[in-house]
């Protein structure tokens, strides 16, 4: 198979940007009081092999994507070593984060689980060991390790790197006679038209809170002058969203997706909104590379990536980052029996041949190799603008803020409240959570 050359530039372009996570990063080692307990994180050797045989790993992840096939690598990895691992996916329209702190309330702690970094990972602190003494720890991309660097020690292992955009049909853009790809936010609106004007859908559209809430807010987000300067005044209460020139943009981008999509958009769930692009329903999809596989169960469709447009200034990106991590709780009751299969993972040719060509990851590590053949087209294409890509910044706010965004998000959707209201909710998600 045919190398994916461009993978390299994503490499490079997500290890220049590690000094934009590293401030953030630094404030975390600077946090003493929020610091992961030595007991709860003291690093091991690397590990090899499973300490013991005949025994069951717990796995509590979020990504419904690679449920299937997660599953089927767990067999293989029992086949291989004797170590169970029981695989519960908690995603979608699911609040993984809500549902996780009930499993681990319960009494009955999962082996591994998934957090984001950032604030996101503070909350699990005392269970999340060190990694930064496994064997592939040296091989992870700097940028996607930033979020989950804490004093030193490495608190995750990355699942993969993650960019969205606006994936576009191909074969549709050329039905409706589109031939030059819109670079502003006046000339996605004329290709909305000609698709129309063709019989065509321009955008297949959810009313999950996680798809409208945080990654579209996130573009506004990423589009500041200073991401983390705007953040962190939005935290201080010195800073809005209701008046911000970039949010009073990214509002017309909002209102042109949900002005352009399917009718029923307002009862549409993510596996619903993926179905509607995968079966020629619609012409363009704001999600990532993540939805490769399921597309591909459906149809194996001529697809291209856009950068998201919020004005006409031309500087349209698509957005990239660690998806999430694999956490291995020191309070279960086999780590050591966890951190072996993540190692495995990311190691064997087994592990990385079901991240690549089953998963349809782009690897965190620089020692996995994919192919343009493995990852799909959407991955490739998100490998060729890695360069230019914004940054994921949602993580950089306690758990909850999202939350309340994606709500408010469902009823700006809905016509329930007009911008200014949606922005007020905005900045009163922020407060509410963080004044708590």
């Known amino acids: 198979m045919k190398r994916l050359t461009r993978l390299s530039i994503l490499l490079m372009a997500l290890t220049l940007s590690a000094a934009a996570f590293a401030g953030c990063s630094k404030k975390n080692t600077d946090d003493k009081s929020a610091a992961p307990s030595e007991s709860a994180t003291s690093s091991a050797e690397a590990t090899k092999a499973p300490a013991k045989k005949n025994v069951t790993i717990k796995v509590f992840q979020f ?21 169970k691992v029981d695989v519960e996916t908690h995603g979608g329209g699911e609040d993984y984060n809500a549902l996780l702190k009930a499993q681990i309330a319960s009494g009955d702690e ?73 670079k502003t936010l006046t000339e996605l609106k004329a290709v909305c038209e000609k698709l129309k004007a063709a019989g065509i859908t ?4 959810t009313n999950e809170w996680w798809s409208i809430g945080q990654h579209t807010i996130n573009i506004g987000l990423a ?10 005044d939005t935290k201080a209460g010195t800073a809005s969203f209701k008046g911000n020139e970039v949010f009073n943009n990214w509002i017309n981008y909002v209102d042109l997706v949900f002005g352009n999509s399917q009718s029923d958009k307002l009862t549409t769930d993510y596996a619903t909104q993926v179905a509607y692009f995968a079966t020629g329903k619609a012409a363009m999809i704001q999600q990532g590379n993540w939805i490769q596989g399921d597309v591909d169960k459906v149809a194996k469709l001529n697809l291209g990536v856009l950068p998201v447009p919020i004005d006409d ?16 709780n020191s309070k279960s009751e086999h780590p ?19 991240l690549t060509h089953e998963f349809k990851f782009i690897p965190a590590l620089s020692s996995i190799k994919a192919t343009a053949d493995d990852i799909g087209q959407i991955g490739a294409a998100v490998s060729e603008q890695a360069a230019t890509a914004g940054g994921w910044h949602w993580g950089r ?14 009823e700006y959707e809905g016509k329930q409240i007009d911008k200014d209201k949606l922005f007020e909710k905005f900045d009163k998600g922020v407060q509410d959570i963080v004044k708590k």
């Open 336 to 354: 050591d029996e966890a951190k072996a299969f993540l190692n495995w993972m990311v190691t064997s040719e087994t592990g990385k041949k079901y």
């Open 110 to 182: 999962p082996e591994i689980f998934n957090s984001e970094g950032f604030a996101a990972l503070k909350a699990y602190y005392d269970r999340a060991t060190d990694l930064s003494g496994e064997a592939w720890a040296k091989d992870v991309i700097p940028a996607a390790a930033a979020p989950a660097q804490v004093e030193g020690k490495l608190l995750g292992m990355p699942m993969n790197i993650e960019g969205y955009g606006i994936i576009y049909n191909k074969d549709m853009f050329a039905k409706a006679g589109i031939t030059e790809l819109p």
């Open 63 to 83: 990504k419904v994507e690679i449920a299937d096939a997660l599953t089927k690598m767990a067999a293989d990895y029992e086949k291989e070593t004797g170590v």
């Open 397 to 410: 706010y306690p758990d909850g803020v999202i939350q309340s965004w994606g709500a408010s998000m469902q």
């Open 202 to 205: 321009p955008f297949s559209t």
């Open 313 to 328: 200034s031309g500087k349209a990106r698509i957005y990239t980052g660690p998806a999430n991590f694999w956490i291995v």
């Open 223 to 232: 589009e500041q002058p200073d991401p983390v300067k705007f953040i962190e």
